[in-house]
């Protein structure tokens, strides 16, 4: 891992800009290592992953991991995955689920960690506060968004919530995971199989 990469995650880490808009000390939860080829653009961490302070570990990441068919060190291995959700802090919960990501995390410490993440091939955007910020969706649906897999591949894949939640969607629209999830993991294993990739 780079110094500035370092330092910047270390000052990441320590963030408390929404500490008066949360409902618990603020937790930054990410990761991020200058070496990696794979980028995945959450949403938020929820209640779990604000206990554990391990991004994706619970049901969600479970479901991710299994649509990306790696198994829990490649994911949490920092040299082949970034992790860095919309917002890095459990946002807490409303009437109908976790409320949305904070909205200082993008411009404080998305960009610039971005910007020391050279080596990313793929990019995956979970959502639709992700794929608005990423790929400039606004107004458009997660369905379509992601229905339209194919205009930004092989470097862009946009995903719906892999939360259980989401159960009726995929069932709904079952072409997801017959059409979308093949070439994911094949495009995922040829990347983490290149050399130079932390093995």
């Not at 949403?43 to 299994?66: C, K, M, N, T, Y």
């Amino acid at each position: 891992m780079t110094a500035a990469l370092e330092a910047l995650l270390g000052r990441t880490r320590a963030c408390t800009l929404c500490r008066e808009r949360l409902p618990h000390e603020p937790r930054p939860v990410l990761q991020a290592g200058s070496g990696a080829r794979i980028l995945v653009a959450g949403q938020a961490p929820g209640r779990r992953v604000h206990a554990s302070g391990r991004p994706f570990d619970d049901p969600s990441g479970d479901r991710l991991r299994a649509w990306m068919g790696v198994d829990r060190a490649t994911f949490w291995d920092a040299r082949r995955v970034a992790i860095l959700p919309m917002g890095f802090c459990f946002p807490g919960s409303g009437a109908s689920g976790d409320l949305p990501p904070r909205p200082e995390c993008a411009p404080a410490w998305r960009t610039p960690l971005l910007a020391l993440l050279p080596d990313i091939s793929l990019t995956l955007v979970i959502g639709r506060y992700a794929q608005d910020w990423h790929l400039d969706t606004v107004g458009a649906s997660v369905t379509d968004t992601v229905r339209d897999w194919r205009r930004r591949w092989p470097a862009v894949v946009p995903l719906p919530h892999p939360s259980p939640r989401n159960n009726r969607w995929l069932r709904t629209n079952p072409w997801f995971e017959s059409e979308v999830l093949p070439r994911l993991r094949q495009r995922i294993a040829a990347l983490l199989a290149e050399p130079g990739v932390a093995a």
